[in-house]
């Protein structure tokens, strides 16, 4: 290869930064701009541990992933009025408008807000508004995914779908169960939760095999009946069960910095997304939460690309592997109320 073929097949940032990309596990708090969020928390007189910005990531990344949810949980107080959510989701869209991102699919704890005593309407109509923004002014497909925290238990589970349920005329087109993998993984009723979300709908995907082992993944696919995994790691620990992810066609929400800063793996060399991939696995690359992780969506293409030798054609068919795992908006949703 002589060296204008080689820079003709460079990989850098600003390449993946011009190419539209769809991010597909991305949590709407932990994209959040740490400037609005110390704002928020002031103008709400929330004590936030964090007063300055040059602590905000190193705060969030120390730690494992039961440390993380728990910092995770101090970002809910901070929205409270419809002005809040539009201001938050506005930014958020902007700031992936910028990276190239043209679909997102953006996960709300829903539950999390409504326990806290804010109304349904201000979450709804703020958020509602911020994706016909992105919609209308930057081009931008959003599909929300609600998602609830397993640690809080069933009873949580069955708020957090009835909300996701009457969320689907502003946008809500998936259901998400997440947080830190405890035991109980395995009790029946998630089942009737996932059975009732579809009946509804709804997408469904789940966090799964992020540290848990692999019969977590295992149940999610063949007992929740979920489409998607979101980061399914552990499935490297199984070679039976990254088999029949393979041959199901089911696609992985891969999120490499996440994953290392939670210590999931030590280091991007040590991530199996390349091995899965070479086992024909279809994976996408994500960011989960990159305001808490300081990343963006195409500095983890760019992380990925680097530390296994990816080309060009490499980056560009997992790009689309994006497009193709994006969930669809449900029928009941209506843009054109915009
Ligand atoms: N909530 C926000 N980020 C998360 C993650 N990486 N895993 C589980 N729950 C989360
Ligand atoms: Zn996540």
Request: a negative charge.
């Given at each position: 290869m002589d060296q204008t073929t080689d820079l003709d097949n460079a990989v850098s940032l600003e390449w993946i930064r011009a190419i539209p990309k769809a991010e597909l596990h991305i949590h709407l708090l932990g994209a959040i701009r740490p400037r609005t969020a110390l704002e928020l928390a002031r103008r709400h007189r929330v004590e936030f541990p964090v007063d300055s910005l040059e602590f905000w990531a190193p705060f969030f990344c120390t730690g494992n992933l039961a440390q993380f949810v728990e910092r995770f949980?101090?970002?809910?107080?901070?929205l409270r009025e419809k002005e809040d959510f539009e201001r938050v989701g506005r930014e958020v869209f902007e700031d992936l408008h910028a990276d190239g991102i043209r679909s997102v699919e953006p996960r709300i704890t829903l539950t999390s807000h409504l326990l806290r005593g804010v109304s349904e309407e201000a979450i709804g109509e703020g958020l509602a508004a911020a994706a016909c923004y992105a919609h209308e002014t930057l081009g931008m497909k959003v599909r929300w995914i609600v998602d609830f925290p397993r640690i809080l238990g069933l009873q949580v589970g069955r708020l957090a779908l009835e909300a996701a349920i009457r969320g689907i005329p502003w946008g809500v087109a998936g259901f998400d169960i997440a947080g830190y993998e405890g035991p109980?993984?395995?009790?029946?009723a998630y089942c009737a939760i996932f059975a009732r979300a579809r009946e509804a709908g709804l997408h469904l995907t789940a966090h799964a095999g992020e540290t848990g082992p692999p019969e977590h993944i295992r149940i999610a696919i063949?007992?929740?009946?979920?489409?998607?995994?979101?980061?399914?790691?552990?499935?490297?620990?199984d070679s039976d069960l990254a088999e029949e992810l393979a041959s199901r066609k089911i696609p992985l929400e891969i999120c490499p910095t996440s994953n290392i800063a939670l210590g999931a793996v030590p280091d991007i060399y040590s991530h199996p997304l390349e091995t899965f991939r070479q086992q024909s696995l279809r994976i996408t690359i994500n960011s989960d939460d990159p305001s808490l992780f300081g990343t963006t969506l195409s500095r983890e293409y760019l992380i990925a690309a680097a530390a296994f030798g990816w080309d060009r054609e490499t980056v560009l068919k997992i790009i689309e592997e994006g497009w193709l795992a994006a969930f669809p908006p449900h029928d009941l949703y209506k843009q054109s109320e915009c």
């Open positions: 949980i101090l970002l809910f107080p901070l109980g993984e395995d009790d029946p063949n007992e929740w009946g979920v489409e998607r995994i979101g980061h399914g790691i552990q499935a490297s620990r």
